[in-house]
């Protein structure tokens, strides 16, 4: 995918981050005017609004649908802002560029289906519009940059992705979990894709959306998908974590963007030490593989089971806690222990002729 062309409008700055914002659904025209100018106010250039809502469960607000269209196009008319929306079907697409959509996004869930990243795909044949994809729902980098691939398959080249987080069984302080790995991982398959963040969908609530907009900025993010609401406590959809046009423009203000070109003498060094140690850690891991192959060599001699769960859970929590003691994260210590002992079962498991 190195043909990409950058996502930026005509007339716009080239300043990073580039910002989209608006509400999560457009719900009234007034609504949807009152908010456009707002933003637009604070030097927000591309506004968002959904019109097509998919909701996890029957009943809720599902959009105004085409009805819409005109008041963005009002937008557009009034305030000089881009206008974007997220398209699921292909009658969605023939509509948002019937009505002068100036940008697409394709929502989570929809990303998750094959079927329906086909069909928008080749309804988007032909056309030169910016398109981008957000993260299916659950944390399959394969599936995210299938659906990319589709739509850049149809010849689409302003392309980019939403990062919105990640559907995760274990409750935490995010509606969805950011496991910023993923992000990662696909800039460095992708790297000329430009990646937002949507912290709002992440956070889920209104307090995280200015750290989770630093923490993108901190990892070289190109661009921010926030929601924003002229009165975000009255809004028919995803109340909690819409902020309005003052308080978008507040954080926008505060984040520090830091310089992705500038290396210096003192970082290449620094960079060096990570090196050395990245090599020790390796020989080290592989000196606990080959403690853990004679192991195996004797659980085979004694007919012995490879896994023993009651010492792994040990291992586990006592690693742990002694990660939290010297500053690490308890969770990131499980993950690294349950990766690293993966492996060495893999590799039992060789021993004892059963792979
Ligand atoms: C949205 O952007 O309002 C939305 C529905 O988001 P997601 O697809 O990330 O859940
Ligand atoms: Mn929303």
Redesign the pocket.
């Known amino acids: 995918m190195n043909d990409l062309q950058p996502i930026r409008f005509p007339g716009m700055n080239s300043r990073r981050p580039l910002v989209i914002a608006g509400p999560?659904?457009a719900e009234t025209e007034e609504q949807v005017l009152r908010t456009a100018h707002d933003l637009a106010a604070e030097g927000i250039s591309i506004y968002r609004a959904?019109l097509w809502?998919?909701r996890t469960k029957p009943g809720g607000f599902e959009g105004v649908g085409v009805e819409g269209l005109p008041w963005l196009a009002r937008v557009k008319r009034e305030t000089g802002m881009y206008t974007a929306t997220?398209v699921a079907t292909r009658e969605h697409v023939a509509a948002a560029l019937e009505g002068g959509v100036d940008l697409l996004?394709i929502?989570?869930?929809t990303a998750a289906n094959p079927f329906a990243m086909q069909e928008i795909a080749d309804a988007l044949r032909g056309v030169d519009v910016p398109v981008l994809v957000?993260n299916p729902v659950s944390p399959d980098l394969e599936l995210w940059i299938g659906a990319v691939e589709r739509i850049h398959n149809a010849g689409i080249r302003r392309l980019g992705v939403?990062h919105?987080g990640f559907t995760s069984i274990d409750k935490s302080l995010y509606r969805n979990h950011p496991m910023w790995s993923i992000p990662i991982e696909l800039h460095r398959r992708l790297p000329g894709l430009p990646i937002f963040c949507?912290p709002s969908?992440i956070g889920g609530k209104r307090e995280l959306i200015a750290p989770l907009s630093q923490q993108a900025m901190d990892l070289g993010f190109d661009g921010l998908i926030v929601?924003a609401h002229c009165t975000p406590d009255c809004a028919w959809?995803?109340k909690a974590q819409q902020i309005t046009p003052q308080t978008l423009a507040y954080i926008c203000r505060n984040l520090v963007i830091r310089e992705m070109s500038v290396t210096t003498e003192n970082l290449t060094e620094l960079r060096a030490r990570i090196d050395k140690i990245d090599d020790e850690l390796l020989e080290l891991l592989a000196r606990r593989m080959r403690v853990s192959q004679d192991i195996g060599q004797y659980k085979k001699e004694h007919d012995m089971p490879v896994l023993q769960a009651q010492r792994y859970e040990e291992l586990l929590a006592r690693r742990a806690a002694q990660a939290v003691e010297i500053g690490m994260d308890r969770e990131f210590m499980r993950t690294v222990l349950q990766a690293i002992h993966e492996e060495s079962i893999r590799q039992q498991m060789r021993i004892l002729g059963r792979e």
């Open positions: 999560c659904s959904g809502k998919p997220e996004w929502g989570a869930r957000k939403i919105r949507d969908h929601e959809s995803d």
